[in-house]
């Protein structure tokens, strides 16, 4: 069976300071990849998407950046963090690009002081 | 403007009683619409998808519906209980590398 796996579960940084974030796949072969943000009271937002190794598709502009490195793990990362980079970040994965059928990893909370 | 909007944003049950969560939205053409259940400090995990053809599926005591005509779906949730306390989401599918997503309904149930 195909699971996701996200970590850390929760992360406390200080400004300027650099991110990573990991997620990884295993059970399934290409799987389509994705990083999304989720502010409190807000919907999930689509900041990154990735169909293959070293294939990312910004969303939004942003301080942060995605990388692929391997066909299951997917690094979202900054140079220096701000304190607007503080939330809730979710990986995911999907057989079909951009379907409504994710599953997805278990978060980070990010919070950024 | 959203093209998924969810009614009501936050609701309060006692539990065993039931409840409804309204998703309506403008997401054209449409493939299918899935409601997710994301528990506090987790990720979402997917209840139930409904395609065109579907009007009704359920999950054990979660039901949804779909009328893909006035574009609404519902969340019913019979004899709530605790565990059923979460975040709802409603993510419709418009095919062509297009999904949208809901806010979400928080839901709230207290002994």
């Known amino acids: 069976s195909q699971t996701i796996h996200q970590w850390p579960a929760t992360l406390v940084q200080p400004v300027g300071s650099p991110l990573s974030l990991e997620c990884t796949v295993e059970?399934?072969?290409?799987?389509?990849l994705y990083w999304y943000r989720q502010a409190a009271g807000r919907g999930l937002q689509l900041l990154f998407y990735?169909?293959?190794?070293?294939?990312i598709s910004s969303e939004v502009p942003q301080n942060l950046s995605a990388s692929r490195p391997q066909d299951r793990q997917f690094i979202l990362s900054s140079k220096k963090l701000l304190l607007s980079d503080s939330g809730f970040y979710l990986c995911a994965w999907s057989v079909e690009v951009l379907s409504s059928g994710y599953t997805f990893g278990s978060g980070t909370r990010l919070t950024v002081v | 403007k959203n093209q998924v909007e969810q009614s009501p944003q936050s609701l309060i049950i006692l539990e065993g009683k039931n409840c409804t969560l309204q998703c309506n939205y403008t997401v054209s053409p449409f493939s299918n619409l899935r409601w997710y259940k994301q528990d506090t400090g987790r990720g979402p995990v997917s209840l139930t998808i409904m395609t065109f053809s579907e009007n009704t599926k359920s999950n054990g005591r979660y039901t949804a519906t779909l009328d893909a005509d006035t574009k609404q779906s519902s969340l019913h949730i019979t004899a709530s209980q605790l565990s059923d306390s979460a975040s709802y989401i409603c993510v419709v599918s418009g095919g062509n590398n297009r999904l949208a997503f809901g806010k979400g309904n928080q839901v709230v149930v207290i002994p």
């Open positions: 059970g399934t072969s290409n799987p389509n």
């Open positions: 990735s169909v293959g190794i070293g294939q």
